[in-house]
């Protein structure tokens, strides 16, 4: 067992995976359906009618205005937010109240959020092995073996007996890429991942985002890193006022827009 | 050469030193030093008639010659060495949190060191095997930290230089207290002990059974308000996790609970237990009172530890639950991984101001007819001819009694609360 290999025993990809990930986009399936989604807050419509499918192995990323139903859209998929309305299916788990689909949803999707969310009170190594032993109730030693090839692959291995507060920024979110990696999700959502960073760590966080990338790991990234979007998005959705206005590559989102909202926006941030 | 910086400006002399600290906040303005001179005049006359009642007027013998029924109450003296072989195992415990946590518990550890030192060498009659046992307390202290390795920190390689620093590998081995599972055994085990000895064991030779009744002065404030605190805890962590569970029942129940016991004074808890309980029991359960009044306090407590927890908990942010949502956990390994253990860190403040104020409520158990230290107070010198003209004395040596306690665990609390960095992520 090479240490090389390490990298990427630490997200299995099983052989059928493999399979369909060596195929063209196009001819991969929908691991995520979402159609006619809609969410409100009492009175108020935050996610109105959103329908997009994404292909296994894709990276979508998710921008848009603040307040136009980025997060709302994303923390759907793994129902930190229950949809009101509308069909979402995540890798053939139809999203539903039923208790069974929710925990396999879960173990499915993995999310690394803007606060980073780490627990305080365990260490690093704590972090990532605590969901592996109580969830998929990995023995204590196969979890710390698999924390440390994902502290190794997100470049912190050296931090695992420390505590959350004992790291940088960047560091932090780092663990919490691991932390998210530990559970051997087919998907992961990131929401804001570098806004709360300052900006000489932004760049390690992008970095293991965009080695995650390449392991074939379908992503929806809510972020406003245009130049990470332009290299690794397959597509971009921009968002606004709940509504999904504009959905495709980042060729034609950044060169030809085709709504002029999607425009005015880039006009605002670029 | 360097050509060297033109040196910093001083501060004017106005704003620093005595004079400019003077200056600014005793006489700042024409109010202010008015008040500065009041206040210091009134004062000053406050102390010099206390000091001079204290140094000559008092007459202290009372407190000297009655000062076992201040600490211990009526304990039989055969059973004296008993009690200082529990602050032999106290002292042991001391050493281990000492080792294991030096910020807040060094100053804890010196100061009990200190006292046991004091009241070993201070003459006056006591016997001479009390004396050695009580000093025998500063080795047991140094033998708790050394039977503890370096803080748990240092094992992952970082801040290895930090606090205790490294022992010599020989006692490295002897560490037994080497995780914190270990050291709540241990702690668990000498409560267990200390209990065997004060009350004793019938048939056990040397450890005759005491009566509760015997109990008293210091010794029952302490023992009442710690075991209400430490026997509280899960109880008020029961109650707080059945106040925020979803079942209706076990939610109204628990509010109930909580808001009765929240809404009625120790002191008619205390009355009720001894005087209306009883009734609605079978004659043959004859509780004792000090069994009685021990529970009453725990559950007093447990109303307000169940406030305290829920508060603590409600403070974790919802990122937390979140992140545990997102990795699969279920509701109830959320909260007894995620939210309980970080509701507990940020409530020990309040938990050690919770036993400051519950330390001072145990004196209420005089009551219901028991003889703690407020108790000894009255008895030695009410019922003594000789002592009869010194309640003054007796009642200022209570009080600072009272006062030195509850402000060294609050001195402790701070340190704790620095420690914690509580408000810290
Ligand atoms: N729990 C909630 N209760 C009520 N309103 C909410 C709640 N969460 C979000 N909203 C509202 O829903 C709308 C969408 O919020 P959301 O957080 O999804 O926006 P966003 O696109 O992620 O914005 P940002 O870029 O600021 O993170 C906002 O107007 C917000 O005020
Ligand atoms: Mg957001």
């Known amino acids: 067992?090479?240490?090389?290999?390490?990298?990427?025993?630490?997200?299995?990809?099983?052989?059928?995976?493999?399979?369909?990930?060596?195929?063209?986009?196009?001819?991969?399936?929908?691991?995520?359906?979402?159609?006619?989604?809609?969410?409100?807050?009492?009175?108020?419509?935050?996610?109105?009618?959103?329908?997009?499918?994404?292909?296994?192995?894709?990276?979508?990323?998710?921008?848009?205005?603040?307040?136009?139903?980025?997060?709302?859209?994303?923390?759907?998929?793994?129902?930190?937010?229950?949809?009101?309305?509308?069909?979402?299916?995540?890798?053939?788990?139809?999203?539903?109240?039923?208790?069974?689909?929710?925990?396999?949803?879960?173990?499915?999707?993995?999310?690394?959020?803007?606060?980073?969310?780490?627990?305080?009170?365990?260490?690093?190594?704590?972090?990532?092995?605590?969901?592996?032993?109580?969830?998929?109730?990995?023995?204590?030693?196969?979890?710390?073996?698999?924390?440390?090839?994902?502290?190794?692959?997100v470049g912190i291995p050296e931090q695992a007996?420390?505590?959350?507060?004992?790291?940088?920024?960047?560091?932090?979110?780092?663990?919490?890429?691991?932390?998210?990696?530990?559970?051997?999700?087919?998907?992961?959502?990131?929401?804001?991942?570098?806004?709360?960073?300052?900006?000489?760590?932004?760049?390690?966080?992008?970095?293991?985002?965009?080695?995650?990338?390449?392991?074939?790991m379908t992503m929806l990234c809510v972020t406003h890193e245009m130049?990470?979007?332009?290299?690794?998005?397959?597509?971009?959705?921009?968002?606004?006022?709940?509504?999904?206005?504009?959905?495709g590559p980042p060729d034609q989102i950044f060169n030809n827009p085709q709504e002029d909202r999607t425009k005015l926006f880039l006009d605002q941030i670029l | 050469m360097t050509a060297r910086a033109a040196p910093a400006p001083l501060p004017p002399a106005t704003t620093v030193g005595l004079q400019g600290w003077l200056r600014q906040n005793l006489f700042g303005s024409w109010g202010n030093s008015v008040v500065t001179v009041v206040v210091a005049v009134v004062l000053a006359w406050f102390l010099v008639n206390l000091g001079s009642w204290v140094l000559v007027e008092a007459d202290w013998t009372v407190i000297i010659s009655r000062a076992p029924l201040y600490i211990v109450g009526l304990y039989p003296y055969e059973g004296y060495w008993r009690?200082?072989?529990?602050?032999?195992?106290?002292?042991?415990?001391?050493?281990?949190?000492?080792?294991?946590?030096?910020?807040?518990?060094?100053?804890?550890?010196?100061?009990?060191?200190?006292?046991?030192l004091f009241v070993g060498v201070f003459p006056h009659e006591m016997a001479p095997e009390h004396r050695a046992l009580l000093l025998l307390n500063l080795p047991f202290i140094g033998l708790g930290y050394v039977l503890t390795p370096r803080p748990a920190e240092a094992h992952s390689g970082r801040l290895e230089a930090m606090a205790g620093g490294a022992l010599p590998p020989a006692l490295e081995r002897v560490a037994i207290f080497s995780t914190p599972r270990r050291m709540v055994i241990a702690a668990f085990v000498a409560l267990v002990l200390i209990m065997i000895l004060i009350l004793g064991i019938a048939g056990v030779p040397g450890l005759d059974p005491v009566n509760p009744q015997?109990?008293?002065?210091?010794?029952?404030?302490?023992?009442?308000?710690?075991?209400?605190?430490?026997?509280?805890?899960?109880?008020?962590?029961?109650?707080?996790?059945?106040?925020?569970?979803?079942?209706?029942?076990?939610?109204?129940?628990?509010?109930?609970?909580?808001?009765?016991?929240?809404?009625?004074?120790?002191?008619?808890?205390?009355?009720?237990?001894?005087?209306?309980?009883?009734?609605?029991?079978?004659?043959?359960?004859?509780?004792?009172?000090?069994?009685?009044?021990?529970i009453t306090i725990t559950i007093f407590s447990s109303a307000y530890m169940a406030e305290n927890v829920r508060g603590g908990m409600a403070a974790v942010q919802t990122g937390q639950t979140e992140a545990a949502q997102a990795l699969g956990l279920r509701g109830w390994q959320t909260t007894l991984l995620i939210t309980l253990p970080q509701g507990l860190r940020n409530i020990i403040p309040a938990i050690v101001g919770q036993f400051i104020s519950l330390f001072k409520d145990t004196s209420l158990v005089y009551f219901i007819g028991m003889l703690d230290l407020v108790e000894m107070g009255r008895v030695s010198v009410q019922g003594n001819q000789e002592f009869i003209d010194n309640g003054r004395e007796v009642y200022l040596f209570i009080a600072l009694v009272f006062w030195v306690f509850c402000f060294s665990m609050s001195f402790i609390s701070r340190r704790i609360e620095g420690a914690l960095g509580v408000g810290r992520r």
């Open chain 1, 1 to 153: 067992m090479a240490e090389s290999n390490g990298v990427q025993a630490a997200v299995d990809i099983p052989a059928d995976k493999a399979e369909i990930l060596a195929r063209p986009l196009e001819e991969r399936d929908d691991i995520v359906v979402c159609e006619n989604v809609h969410k409100w807050f009492g009175d108020f419509c935050a996610v109105r009618d959103v329908s997009m499918r994404v292909k296994r192995g894709e990276v979508v990323v998710i921008f848009g205005p603040s307040g136009s139903g980025k997060s709302t859209f994303i923390r759907m998929i793994n129902r930190l937010e229950e949809h009101q309305q509308g069909r979402i299916v995540i890798d053939g788990i139809e999203m539903t109240n039923d208790v069974r689909n929710l925990d396999a949803i879960r173990r499915e999707v993995g999310m690394v959020f803007q606060q980073f969310n780490l627990f305080p009170h365990i260490t690093v190594l704590g972090n990532i092995t605590l969901a592996p032993q109580r969830v998929r109730h990995l023995p204590r030693s196969d979890a710390e073996a698999l924390a440390m090839r994902l502290l190794e692959r």
């Open chain 1, 161 to 216: 007996q420390k505590y959350p507060a004992e790291l940088s920024g960047g560091q932090q979110q780092r663990v919490a890429i691991a932390r998210a990696l530990a559970m051997q999700p087919q998907i992961m959502l990131f929401d804001e991942p570098t806004s709360a960073l300052d900006p000489e760590m932004i760049k390690e966080v992008l970095d293991a985002m965009r080695e995650l990338a390449a392991t074939g």
């Open chain 1, 227 to 247: 130049g990470f979007a332009r290299e690794v998005a397959d597509r971009m959705a921009f968002f606004d006022e709940g509504a999904l206005v504009e959905l």
């Open chain 2, 83 to 116: 009690l200082c072989v529990c602050l032999l195992l106290i002292s042991v415990l001391l050493g281990m949190s000492w080792r294991a946590w030096p910020g807040p518990a060094r100053r804890f550890a010196f100061a009990f060191g200190a006292v046991m």
């Open chain 2, 214 to 294: 015997d109990l008293g002065g210091l010794m029952i404030n302490l023992l009442l308000a710690f075991f209400g605190i430490v026997c509280s805890l899960p109880i008020g962590i029961g109650l707080a996790l059945g106040r925020r569970s979803s079942l209706p029942i076990l939610k109204v129940a628990c509010v109930i609970f909580i808001e009765v016991i929240r809404g009625v004074p120790l002191i008619t808890l205390l009355f009720m237990s001894r005087h209306i309980l009883p009734l609605t029991f079978p004659e043959e359960l004859n509780i004792d009172r000090v069994y009685l009044a021990g």
